[in-house]
């Protein structure tokens, strides 16, 4: 009988025991192939790999190491790996055959990295290890089929949808109550309103859902960790607020700042956040359109990714408040609107300053051209960017325009 055959006459390493060595390789392979043509082809590059590479190594070795050791691997331990990260998939509503076709595809990699290892002396141990192989194939399906099921009919999931409801509710100034009981919320007298938003290219094609469910689901779980609860919030994939109950420990100011951190390497793009503390709830209405008007100005006025206060942009702030003198600013920047190298020169001076060697590398022009652009400017406009003076109102004049561009608008 076959069982009965030693596994190997090879006096290498056993089978098992190579394809662990190189298995980090071989991961990356799977992932890759498994992916294939599955994922869409505008996905962001490197969509899958953070959470799913981990759990490819580290259920590969423990299955190899279990052959090696003549170990069953079991269901359960199986579940372990396999179970969060379908979870997540479920959550953003990654379709189920598309993941099926890539579990699928790994194994194919995997059995053919094995049959390219395997010695031609070394047949019933590529049979063996191909059957456990086959196993595991089995217990992952069954894991993810399962988990995909208990997500959908999942409470959790009808109260994460009540809790974006709620969110909602709040930032419009509607009755919150019921939407409250449905989340298993406790309604707060005063919130930290938290406003968030992205520079980024607008997306299209068939993976701007699933970027922006994960968007969602990374930054619902950032959130909860971040409060040690549920906490509401509503999100579109770039633009969003967040309502942390101020009923608890306070959140440390600095850890707004790691988020930022942390959401801009997740998404791939620079994240802007903006927090206003201590707000009564009958003001988050408010509150919350100045909190998103405050990190678009972040973003709009070339600051780095991070969390703002009002503090730090209050001079813009109050600049781009409407009314008169608002639009008489926007009016400076007209002259220039038809010319956006000269737009591209004065950002960088307002960036730079008076370092003009670097602000000219940064566009790409001689320091000497870029001199004559800022001469030009002034021309134009009649407000000379080498004064500081004037320097503050051209800046405070492009980021009205950068607010609202109006229609003779002719730079992106």
Aim: proline share 6%; with cysteine.
């Amino acid at each position: 009988m076959l069982a009965e055959q030693p596994l190997s006459t090879s006096s290498g390493p056993a089978l098992s025991t190579r394809l662990l060595t190189r298995w980090p390789q071989i991961a990356e392979r799977m992932l890759a192939d498994g992916l294939g043509s599955t994922a869409p082809a505008d996905l962001p590059e490197g969509h899958f790999t953070a959470e799913v590479l981990p759990t490819i190594y580290a259920c590969g070795r423990a299955v190899l190491e279990a052959i090696g050791a003549e170990r069953e691997f079991t269901r359960a331990e199986v579940a372990a790996f396999v179970a969060p990260v379908a979870e997540r998939h479920a959550e953003d509503r990654l379709p189920l055959t598309m993941l099926i076709t890539a579990i699928h595809g790994s194994a194919q990699s995997v059995l053919a990295e094995a049959a390219a290892l395997a010695e031609p002396e070394e047949t019933a141990e590529l049979v063996k290890v191909g059957s456990r192989l086959l196993d595991l194939l089995m217990y992952i399906n069954l894991t993810v089929v399962e988990t995909y099921s208990e997500v959908e009919q999942s409470i959790y999931h009808a109260e994460r949808e009540a809790r974006r409801e709620l969110c909602s509710a709040l930032v419009r100034g509607l009755p919150a109550e019921e939407l409250a009981a449905r989340a298993d919320t406790v309604l707060a007298d005063r919130y930290t309103v938290l406003a968030i938003h992205l520079r980024e290219q607008t997306r299209h094609g068939n993976a701007v859902n699933l970027v922006t469910r994960r968007r969602v689901r990374v930054l619902q779980r950032a959130l909860d960790e971040l409060t040690g609860t549920t906490t509401p919030a509503a999100f579109d994939g770039a633009d969003g607020v967040a309502l942390l109950g101020n009923s608890g420990e306070a959140v440390s100011p600095s850890r707004y700042d790691e988020l930022a951190e942390f959401l801009t390497k997740q998404f791939g793009a620079e994240v802007f956040l903006a927090e206003f503390a201590e707000v009564a709830r009958d003001s988050i209405p408010e509150v919350a359109r100045d909190a998103a008007e405050l990190a678009t100005l972040a973003r709009l006025r070339g600051r780095p990714a991070g969390c703002y206060r009002l503090d730090d942009l209050l001079l813009e702030y109050q600049l781009t408040r409407p009314g008169p003198a608002r639009e008489r600013l926007a009016q400076r920047i007209i002259p220039l609107l038809a010319s956006p190298h000269l737009i591209e020169a004065l950002e960088a001076h307002l960036q730079h300053g008076a370092d003009r060697k670097t602000a000219s590398k940064r566009i790409h022009v001689h320091p000497n051209t870029f001199t004559y652009r800022l001469r030009r400017i002034a021309e134009l406009t009649g407000l000379d960017p080498s004064d500081p003076k004037d320097s503050r109102m051209l800046a405070a004049a492009l980021t009205v325009h950068r607010l609202d561009p109006g229609p003779q608008s002719a730079v992106s």
